[in-house]
């Protein structure tokens, strides 16, 4: 298990948190709602907010005008990460990832086994890195928002959590892209 090392400065991270739902507005959005609680309550910064209709082609957009913007470096979506014909999240995250982060997807499974059993395997969250930014599609329960955060963005956001974490190596995620 990891531990927060003290000596090390708390960096805040720029986070954008994008619902995807065909039937709630913005005054009924509870998981996102969750994900803003928890970024605000551990320290990090709200970066922007939206909804949108599980459209492939809007979602992707939102994506990459996300991850161009140098003010955001956490993409957090929730909602349309199930198994029905609307759910397309998960493959217009993958329209824009230059890297998936397959643990996320093994690790998040195996938090959602101990909380909702075999249901765990309709979920289809992922996580991966785009332009120097990472992405992480959550499903569209509360629930399911906070195991995510708790169980693992808690940790892997917060630049102290030792051995490692995803925020030390958010410089050089985009390294490739940059001349030799």
Known sequence: MGRIDETKPFIPVRIAVLTVSDTRTAAEDRS???LVERIAADGHVLAARTLLPDERAE???????WIADPGIDVILSTGGTGLTGRDVTVEAHRDVYEKE???????????????IGTSAVQSRATGGVAG???????????????DAWDEILHW?????????????????????????
């Open 101 to 115: 982060i397959e643990a996320f997807a093994t690790v998040f499974t195996m938090v959602s086994m101990q909380k």
């Open 156 to 180: 892997q956001l917060d630049f102290r959590h030792r051995p490692c974490n995803f925020v030390e190596i958010m410089p050089r995620l985009d390294e490739h892209l940059r001349r030799k």
């Open 32 to 34: 996102g709602d969750t």
């Open 59 to 65: 979602i992707a957009a939102q994506l990459r005008l």
């Open 132 to 146: 120097g930014t990472y992405l992480f599609a959550l499903p569209g329960s509360p629930g399911a928002c906070r």
